[in-house]
């Protein structure tokens, strides 16, 4: 499998071969040496602030199965199997340490509080000591804080790994969650956001569903309540074991689980409030009536028509003067500051049979824009039985409701308030007006430029979801050794979405629908079903042999049954707002509907090596099998008539610091080489792509019948990313300075992407396997206890990310795709998503000038139509005095070059203050609402730039002349557009106080406060430079004008009891 | 009581910090980027800062469109410089209103781009704004080239070295003008001013639920409606314009052809009717600025006039501001090309209501045919027998609108049966009869033909009259003078044609070896004898 992959890294690769040579040399030379000699070890633990010693502090040896306690004194006397033994350090009120023996007899270890941690700290409970693995720190886990205001874990993301994954918020309605991207780009059409396992089980992120409601995504992770979450792993490497599922990283998300017996009850309370968006400067109304009294003069208008428009008669008297002489401020008609409310109680405990963890919870949000929000319930069971001494039950039950209230967001002109609110004339009322000029409270309708009254918009449609999520999970676990224990995991889980959506009648305005004429008002519903059974029959295997040897490794069978059905039906004209029933007064009522089923069939196998805790080796390799391949697919092998597909890894790591050389580098407490390589798929292709098939059609309202729809590609196959990385694990002057640097090149072939259909055909795009694409890039940070005073303590950590993206191949050449205007071009040579449009180089200010220059466009008659003064000046790279398709160019890139965090903690006393800056830097950014706003061709309101637009011979301005429908193009897609979308954002910033309280009730109480979004610095003139226009590769970096982030504010308690 | 002060203090740091973030250059320097190269300043603020048009600016206060140049609408003022405007202060303050409403206009015009364009002024003038040799131009006045392209908050000031003086326009030329009295009694007689829903907004509902507009009352005129809007000067016209004389003798030449029954309003319908003949051909698309080079003209109404230039004998012209008018003496119309114009009725156009016994009627093109070119309209009516009775023989009857009174002779158009086979030489064998109002007032339906082309009456043997089997027959009827007219507005008033043709063919059954059964017909013809 590896031979058919012609992988095509950069020197990384060498590197990675070296590295496994030599990290395997001496391992195999210490194996013959190996004689089992038990060393005493005598030591202290003492407080790294104070340098007393510490009493009762834990140190256990990996491997060796020896424990022991430190004194009053702080010292401990614990012999280990091994010079190079690690020993592990815990006690109360401080920060667990592994730390190195490296061939001493006696050792000193210092303890920092638990306050001063590294951000990205391992979870004590995770399988694997941290030192031990050999994925490197891109495998990490972390805490979730709970702590923020972030609703679901993908939201959380950012604030727990920053530069391990790249989180791009997808709208500032809650609970939207984010796109998240590991290891830069491996796709260009497929699915690139990483696969979701929650509790062993893989979650479907229905990244290509499509809502009914423009602008939203239904976020499958805002199932899970975040309190209910244990630790999140983020997975970049070694991910085999995932196999067709994998290439774009895997994020394990453990819910928590009662460890002991005691009765423990948590209560988790927040609340908070998010600030209306920031707002785009927009053309007041006598700023507006100026701007549309001229562009009226370029739509050939006659005179006649002119004197009848109202909004251009002053005469006072008038009857609609009132109506058109206001001067409102849209967005106070629709945002409001937004209230959110969470509250989790939890409770743990057991006895000798069984251990549970139960979590009740509900979540309620107000949005920012009124008459939206959500409410969340959930409940969640977590309980493991010991049936027998060898036999015990693992049983997960979780079962969530949510309610949303909904309406259309992003760039739509007909029923998205926030775009309304910007485009509406200014000079208009939000109400009408008695024959007597009062002003009444009822609302205007859609005025004359047919642009709908966003209030009433929000007042009159009836937009909603409801999502029920349940699963239940059975893990029934047989002990068959010590060594031995084999499990299998059955999970059913099923989500049910329904949607609704209303279009009101008179206030919005009349939208043109193909096979119905104008639309004055309709009703559209949705019920999406997504169900699956997942087992996982796996055995796992540990045992130590001769004390320096250590065997870890476990296979098994996956099985996976997916089914996804939508029902889909819509209606036109009822007219009349009270008639809002499908059945009832609609017509043209349409229906669709979607009914899939994708199964899915994995053997996978990981073994971990280790040896004397200082070098270790992992191999892992998984056999897939997916309904979604065809018979004929590039790659695997062919079994029982199904295509397989193989998936292999191999890392290994060199913990330096454990070998007895390293004993005088008093200062280097940590130090750990890593590398490997892996190779992955994504099997995220459309289902039934193998097969032809039909698809049911309404012709014109009367007949119904069959059309073909896809033809049948039996070479249709996953997209797999082979990827080597190196790394280096540094810890100095006792893990006070902790760096961590990882080195990637991953190269994705036969990659997925969507073509077109000859177009006598009349059947759209196909998926093909066709192209490779290549990532490389860095991850590093730098985590730095600063200050470790007596009541003060300082912590701060450093993430920077990067990434190069790059095509390679393009088996049938570059292509276009189109989006919100732009057009996005993929081809060899550029990284995924690039865009690609027209340089402009100013405004003609002259005639002169512009005759100078003898630029046109072609009329599409056979003739031409020359650029005049005021018009663009677009960069003609043919040349041939025509703009055209052929002058496009790479005009931005929305890749960053870095990006990443910036974690502060500060501690005083009971007091901690933490802050959290994430940036991003050298993305380009198409800022589509700008590309609206200031297009200059319509009557839609505009920004305050389009007072500086060219207005006459000798105007020295970047702004073109108004001109309706824009005719000579100066409004398309171009480097006008395009902004550096760099940014440092003070992300969050919370605060937080333990209470001194403990009683026989309270075992702890802490209250904390946090603030959001509070400072953005960035050069981008959107409202908020961190968005994301959907979950594809290829609309990362468009601004697609989604409800911005705003300010947000939040307190809270958590209370133990 | 200290955690309260402490997140006091926390929450007022985290206020300021968020007010900083409004501060960021790159968005203050787009989003209040300076306004292009104008000052900011209204139109009016500009023109009062000039010296050299204090004149105007004064002209402005007084006629209150100062306050207009002020508001945020976008125009374009060509303001006359005060050497221009010299005396001026003497002016009636509706002088100083015209001059001044035509000097401004809505929208934006610079030079940019210009060779010529019609500007509609605020006085519903038209004025071209055109670039010359040296420079621009508004209606001949120069822009100073120093001082055009003036960019305002609210439009564009171009300073120009004259003043453009107000023309009337047609219409007001017609209102005012001397010895235009009978034109302009009959056409100013016409006019209405009516409540105009369609441009009316509804601006709610009174208490009986009843809608209630922000009304707009609209200036209406039947007779400019058909003959061109000679008031709104959105184009320009040609307008032959009779004097008193010349309209009297028209009338008294035109009368005639419009006798009208009572019951269709007498004598007053007629003096209506024969005004409006006198008009319909009055005015013309096209601007003539020479009467002498003019090889055909269009009236608005669709009259068509060959060689015209004797329509402009002895007449005096005007420059108006929406085109030309000519006064004339005597309106020469030849009647054929004006009021009484031969009538054609195509066979194969059903709009006035044809009427059929015994027969199925089919459209057929003659294209294709060796008759293509002969037969009007390239389409004729086929009527074929759908009895071979010879008492049931198919026949066809053609309403014929607009007869005036007076003297026609009728014809009746037949298509041969070659046009379908060539070998066919059959003739049609036809009868008519006529039906009509007589100078009593009666109606005389059916009156046979005879052989001899006369009217026999009701009830009398119709002649026989035969085709000719290998041409085009354009078979004489007969000749009749209508007693009365017989006009309708449109076709939904067929039925009150009173004038009708029928057509029969007379084909016997032992007949069909020579004649043909069936009826091709092209069209019907009336030609007025003068």
């Not at chain 1, 990659?751 to 093909?768: C, N, T």
Request: glycine share 8%.
């Amino acid at each position: 499998m590896i031979s058919d992959n012609k992988i095509k890294h950069s020197g990384i690769y060498k590197l990675v071969l070296i590295f496994f040579y030599l990290a395997w040399l001496p391992a195999h030379i210490f194996t013959l040496q190996a004689n089992t000699a038990w060393h005493e070890i005598k030591g202290f633990v003492k407080d790294a602030q104070s340098g007393a010693g510490i009493s009762a502090a834990r140190i256990n040896v990996a491997g060796d199965k020896v424990s022991a306690a430190t004194d009053v004194d702080g010292s401990f006397v614990i012999k280990v199997s091994s010079p190079a033994a690690t020993l592990k350090v815990s006690a109360y009120g401080y920060a667990t340490r592994e730390f190195s023996v490296r061939g001493k007899s006696e050792v000193l270890i210092f303890l920092f509080s638990e306050k001063l941690r590294n951000f990205y700290n391992p979870v004590p409970a995770f399988a694997k000591s941290d030192n031990r693995l050999t994925q490197p720190a891109s495998h990490k886990s972390a805490m979730v804080t709970g702590q923020s205001s972030a609703l679901t874990i993908d939201e959380a993301l950012q604030e727990v790994f920053s530069a391990d994954a790249r989180v791009l918020t997808r709208s500032g309605n809650a609970g939207m969650g984010a796109s998240v991207f590991l290891r830069g780009l491996n796709s260009i059409n497929a699915n690139a956001q990483p696969l979701y396992v929650v509790d062993g089980v893989p979650r479907n992120n229905l990244f290509d569903v499509t809502s009914i409601h423009d602008g939203f995504y239904s976020n499958p992770l805002l199932n899970i309540e975040l309190s209910d979450i244990e630790s999140v792993t983020v997975m970049k490497d070694g991910t085999s074991v995932y196999g067709s599922k994998a290439s774009n990283g895997v994020i394990l998300i453990r819910t928590r689980r009662a460890r002991e017996m005691a009765t423990r009850i948590n209560l988790n309370i927040n609340t908070g409030i998010n600030t209306a968006p920031r707002q785009i400067p927009l053309l007041n109304a006598g700023q507006y009536r100026s701007y549309v009294s001229e562009l009226l003069g370029t739509t050939g208008i006659s005179p006649a028509e002119t004197d009848q428009l109202p909004f251009l008669n002053d005469n006072p008297a008038r009857s609609t003067y009132n109506m058109y002489h206001n001067d409102t401020h849209w967005a106070s008609e629709i945002y409001r500051n937004g209230i959110t409310q969470n509250y989790n109680i939890n409770v743990t405990g057991g006895d000798e049979k069984a251990l549970y963890y139960f979590a009740l919870g509900y979540a309620n949000n107000n949005g920012v824009l009124k008459n939206t929000g959500f409410g969340r319930y959930n409940m969640r069971l977590n309980a493991d039985i010991k049936m027998a001494d060898r036999i015990s039950v693992g049983v997960n039950i979780g079962f969530s409701r949510i309610d949303r209230q909904l309406i259309d967001d992003g760039v739509n002109a007909f029923t998205s308030p926030a775009w309304l609110s910007k485009i509406k004339a200014p000079f208009l009322s939000p109400n009408t007006f008695t024959s007597l000029g009062d002003q009444t409270t009822e609302y205007a309708y859609a005025d004359i430029f047919m642009v709908g009254n966003p209030g009433a918009v929000i007042d009159y449609s009836i937009n909603t979801l409801k999502q029920n999520y349940f699963n239940v999970s059975l893990k029934p676990e047989y002990r068959v050794s010590e060594s031995l224990v084999i499990s299998n995991q059955f999970d059913y889980q099923t989500d049910k979405t329904n949607e609704d959506y209303y279009r009101p009648y008179l206030f919005a305005a009349p939208v043109y629908v193909d096979g119905v004429g104008y639309s004055y008002n309709a009703r559209s519903s949705q019920v999406m079903r997504y169900s699956s059974v997942f087992n996982d029959l796996r055995a796992d295997y540990s045992k130590s042999f001769r004390y320096r040897h250590t065997l870890k490794a476990f296979g098994g069978l996956r099985y996976q049954y997916n089914s996804y059905e939508s029902d889909f039906a819509e209606g036109h004209n009822s007219m009349s707002n009270s008639s809002v029933n499908l059945m009832g007064g609609f017509s043209n009522i349409r229906t669709d509907g979607i009914n899939n089923i994708y199964k899915s069939l994995s053997c996978y196998f990981n073994a971990h090596y280790a040896y004397d805790n200082r070098y270790f080796a992992e191999a892992t390799f998984s056999v897939d099998g997916s309904s979604r391949f065809g018979a004929q697919a590039n790659g695997g092998f062919s079994l029982f008539g199904q295509r397989w597909a193989v998936f292999p890894s191999l890392s290994a790591a060199w913990l330096v610091s454990s070998e007895p050389f390293m004993k005088k580098a008093e200062n280097v407490s940590l130090l750990k080489l890593r590398a490997g390589y892996g190779l992955t798929g994504n099997d995220d292709i459309a289902d039934y792509q193998t097969n032809a098939y039909f698809s049911s059609v309404r012709l014109k309202n009367v007949s119904s019948g069959l059309v073909l729809s896809s033809l049948a590609n039996p070479e249709i196959g996953w997209e797999s990313t082979s990827r080597v990385h190196a790394g280096i694990d540094m810890g100095l002057f006792n893990d006070r300075f902790v760096l961590t640097i990882d080195l990637f090149s991953s190269v994705t072939q036969n990659l997925l992407v969507l073509k077109d259909y000859p177009e006598v055909s009349g059947l759209g795009k196909y998926w093909s396997n066709d192209g490779t694409l290549s990532n490389n890039g860095f991850e590093t940070t730098v985590n730095i206890k600063v200050l470790n005073l007596k009541d003060f303590g300082w912590e701060t950590a450093l993430s920077v990310g990067h990434y190069r993206n790059r095509i390679t191949e393009l088996n049938n050449g570059s292509f276009v795709t189109k989006a919100f205007d732009a057009e996005i071009y993929s081809a060899v040579g550029n990284a995924a998503g690039v865009f690609y449009g027209y340089k402009t180089n100013g405004v003609f200010a002259t005639e002169a000038e512009a005759l100078a220059a003898g630029l046109k466009i072609s009329d599409g008659k056979g003739g031409f139509i020359s650029f005049g003064a005021g018009d663009m000046i677009f960069a003609d790279f043919t040349p041939d005095g025509v703009i055209d398709e052929k002058d496009r160019q790479l005009i931005g890139d929305p890749n960053p070059d870095y990006y990443g965090s910036v974690h502060n903690n500060f501690y005083f006393g009971n007091f901690s203050l933490s802050a959290l800056i994430t940036y991003s830097c050298g993305n380009d950014v198409y800022n589509y609402q700008r590309q609206q706003l200031e297009a200059g061709r319509s009557f839609d309101n505009q920004t305050p730039v389009m007072l500086a637009r060219w207005k006459s011979e000798g105007d020295q301005t970047l702004q073109p002349r108004a001109v309706y429908d824009d005719p000579m193009g100066n409004a398309r897609f171009s480097d006008r557009w395009i902004e550096d979308g760099s940014y440092v954002r003070l992300k969050s910033v919370t605060v937080s106080y333990d209470v001194p309280l403990k009683n026989g009730f309270i075992q702890g109480l802490k209250i904390w406060a946090s603030a959001g979004n509070l400072l953005t610095m960035s050069n981008y003139l959107g409202s908020d430079p961190e968005f994301s226009a959907g979950n594809k590769v290829l609309f990362q970096g468009i601004d697609a004008a989604l409800m911005p982030s705003s300010h947000n504010y939040f307190i809270g308690i958590k209370m133990d009891l | 009581m200290k955690a309260q002060k402490f997140f006091l203090k926390m929450f007022t740091l985290m206020w300021l910090a968020s007010l900083s973030m409004s501060c960021s250059d790159a968005w203050e320097n787009h989003y209040n980027r300076e306004v292009g190269s104008g000052s900011g300043e209204s139109l009016f603020a500009n023109i009062e800062a000039q010296p050299e048009l204090s004149i105007f600016t004064d002209l402005l206060r007084q006629t209150g469109y100062d306050s207009l140049l002020l508001n945020t609408q976008t125009y374009t003022v060509w303001a006359p410089i005060n050497d221009a405007l010299a005396g001026s202060e003497n002016w009636s303050l509706d002088k100083k209103t015209e001059l001044v409403k035509n000097h401004i206009t809505r929208f934006a015009h610079p030079t940019s781009d210009l060779q010529s364009k019609t500007i509609f002024m605020l006085d519903k003038k038209f004025v071209t704004f055109a670039r010359t040799v040296n420079g621009f131009a508004i209606g001949g006045k120069n822009l100073l080239p120093a001082l055009s392209n003036i960019v305002a908050s609210n439009g564009i000031l171009h300073v120009i070295d004259g003043y453009v003086p107000y023309l009337s326009n047609i219409w007001e030329f017609i209102g005012k003008a001397p010895g235009l009295d009978s034109l302009r009694a009959y056409l100013y007689s016409r006019s209405t001013f009516e409540f105009d829903q369609a441009a009316s907004i509804e601006i709610g509902t009174n208490e009986f639920g009843q809608a209630v507009y922000d009304s707009v009352i609209s200036f209406y005129n039947p007779v400019l409606e058909k003959i061109g809007s000679l008031h709104i000067e959105d184009s320009v016209y040609t307008a032959l314009l009779p004097d008193n004389v010349a309209w009297v003798k028209a009338y008294e030449q035109i009368k005639n052809g419009y006798k009208t029954l009572a019951v269709d309003g007498g004598d007053a319908q007629q003096g209506l009717n024969t005004r409006w003949a006198i008009v319909k051909n009055l005015i013309f698309k096209k601007l003539v600025t020479n009467t002498q080079e003019v090889d055909s003209l269009f009236s608005t109404t669709g009259g068509r006039f060959a060689q015209p230039s004797y329509l402009f004998e002895n007449s005096t012209k005007y420059e108006l501001s929406n085109g030309l008018a000519y006064v004339t003496d005597s309106v020469r119309f030849k009647a054929a090309e004006s009021w009484q114009q031969p009538i054609v009725v195509e066979a194969e156009n059903s709009d006035y209501g044809r009427s059929y016994k015994f027969a199925s009627l089919y459209v057929r093109s003659a294209l294709g045919s060796s008759f293509s070119a002969l037969v009007s309209d390239s389409k004729y009516l086929i009527a074929e027998p759908t009895t071979v009775s010879n008492t049931t023989q198919n026949e066809v009857t053609f309403p014929i609108p607009n007869v005036l009174s007076g003297k026609y002779r009728i014809y009746c158009v037949f298509v041969p049966s070659s046009i379908v086979a060539e070998t066919d030489k059959r003739p049609y064998k036809v009868s008519f009869s006529l039906t009509y109002i007589n100078s009593a007032g009666q109606p005389v339906v059916e009156s046979a033909v005879s052989a001899k082309n006369l009217l026999l009456g009701s009830g009398k043997l119709a002649g026989v009259f035969t085709s000719n089997a290998s041409e085009i027959t354009k078979m004489f009827v007969t000749e009749i003078e209508f007693p009365y007219c017989n006009l309708i507005d449109n076709k939904s008033d067929a039925a009150k044609i009173s004038t009708k043709l029928r057509v029969r063919n007379e084909t016997r059954i032992t007949e069909t070896v020579r004649f043909d059964k069936m009826l091709r017909i092209d069209n019907i013809i009336l030609e007025p004898v003068q």
